[in-house]
């Protein structure tokens, strides 16, 4: 049974941070929340946790593996680098829907995402080592079945860019609603979906579903381990047997 760690990092009082004393130029607070995203990934990934961009300002992370003490140390070496400050909230759960509903209201109710006196908060807890298990994550790799042929080699980047997206957002839509799942679009035509414990016709109903409500077909490489890497990696590996095999749904531990 899943037991997803999650973590909603938010940056403190940015909102306010970026109009003062003068709306800042845009270019560098985006240059600022990519590089803020890249560090964060990055440590949480040396963890074996994965890291989503969401709005740059709430960025959600599936922390498996990551202990408080790690989470403490993530916020020190931001705080100490950058120029805006990070709280934490860290929470588990049979879902990651009902893990990241927990997460948020820990944040919540220590103060406002815009309120000056909260800064580097860091509350919740991690999962003790010692009632870590092999299938706490379940991650799910979706891809839209030959983007490049249909799309990319096809259209101006901008109407792929919108083909793609409609099937991101149909996508997350339903995960959310129909599988208590997160989808998070991670760059050319593919969506990472962090699940509960799903079965193969769930995964085949939401594949119907995006076609039959956007007009766009995906296939989706499923995986299970300790950590977000470890069932990540193995999502990649079914992934890639549905490109081989021309299936729409692979289960990597029934290949196994
Ligand atoms: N983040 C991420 N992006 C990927 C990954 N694999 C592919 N991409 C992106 O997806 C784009 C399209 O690549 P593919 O999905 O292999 O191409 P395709 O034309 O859809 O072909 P099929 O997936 O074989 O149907 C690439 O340009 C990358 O931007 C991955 O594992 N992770």
Redesign the pocket.
């Known amino acids: 049974m899943t037991n997803t760690q999650v973590t909603l990092v938010q940056i403190d009082n940015y909102g306010p941070w970026t109009v003062t004393p003068e709306p800042r130029r845009e270019a560098d607070l985006q240059t600022m929340q990519s590089r803020l995203y890249a560090d964060i990934s990055q440590f949480v990934g040396n963890r074996d946790g994965y890291t989503f961009f969401t709005r740059f300002d709430n960025i959600i992370a599936v922390t498996n593996g990551c202990s408080m003490e790690d989470h403490a140390l993530l916020q020190e070496s931001i705080g100490n680098r950058y120029p805006v400050t990070l709280s934490l909230g860290v929470a588990t759960g049979r879902s990651p829907v009902q893990a990241l509903s927990e997460a948020t209201e820990r944040l919540q109710d220590a103060g406002s995402a815009q309120d000056e006196d909260r800064r580097e908060c860091l509350e919740g807890r991690a999962i003790d080592e010692e009632f870590r298990a092999d299938e706490d994550v379940q991650i799910a ?1 979706f ?7 249909n799309y ?1 080699d096809e259209l101006n980047a901008f109407d792929t860019f919108i083909e793609i997206e409609q099937g991101y957002a149909e996508l997350m839509r339903h995960m959310r609603h129909a599988h208590d799942s997160l989808s998070f679009f ?5 969506v990472i979906v962090v699940c509960p414990d799903l079965g193969e016709a769930d995964y085949e109903e939401a594949v119907t579903h995006v076609e039959d409500a956007v007009d766009v077909e995906m ?1 989706v490489g499923v995986g299970r381990g300790k950590s977000a890497h470890e069932a990540g990696y193995d999502a ?1 590996h079914a992934l890639e047997t549905c ?1 081989a095999d021309g299936t729409r749904v692979e289960l990597e531990w029934e290949n196994a």
Do not use: E, S
Request: charged letters at 25%; aromatic letters at 0%.
């Open positions: 790799h891809d839209v079945i030959n983007a490049t042929g990319t991670v760059g050319g035509d593919n296939q990649k490109r």
